[in-house]
């Protein structure tokens, strides 16, 4: 297997793998709002922004060129929370609000940057392994080098919003610790059910940082 970072010219190749790949994520497993292998302009948009940060990387098999799993990384500032949750005024998806809306108001009722006293968060925001590779370390070597980028680029946080157990134990054994978790179950509409009906053993949704030691100050 080969890592490295995405160019520009793969980001096509990542968002066809997360076409196929992402569905699969718990919470949006939940609510519908992304289905296998069609596309998905909403998340798909949030994607590529994220692509253009130049933080994110992908493994590859080495014999075939194919991409089997990639982790999305981006710069998270102060104040892009409370943007997010103004312009996700004017987007009439509810299931978009749902996912989008959860992440955003869990993360602005903790405030890391006050906490933590930085302006620049790295954020892994999107992990994915092709199905036909999981179970051989792929996540867990895309997170340790993405913690490596984030040395690298001068930042002293890195986030994830680990929405599945897999990723809550990936980052647990990298010395990840969890800030908040919210229990999926506990949010229900108005008739009294649940808005995100995760599969077990997906029942929590854990926001985790680690501090890391920058190694410039470019971030």
Known sequence: MEYGPIPSSKFTDVIHHLRHNFPDEPLNASVGLCVHGKPCELLEHHDLQTLEDGLSIMAVESTTGEIAGVALNGIARRGDVEKALEEMKSIDNIKYQRIFGLLNNVNKSIDLFTKYNVDKIFELRILSVDSRFRG???????????ELIAEEHGFKLVKVDATSLFTQRAAECLGF????CVTYGDFKDENGRKIYDTKSPHDYYKVMTKVVSPKSNDG
Do not use: N, V
């Open 136 to 146: 051989r370390g792929i996540a867990k070597e895309l997170f340790l080098r993405s």
């Open 177 to 180: 610790i969890t800030e908040k």
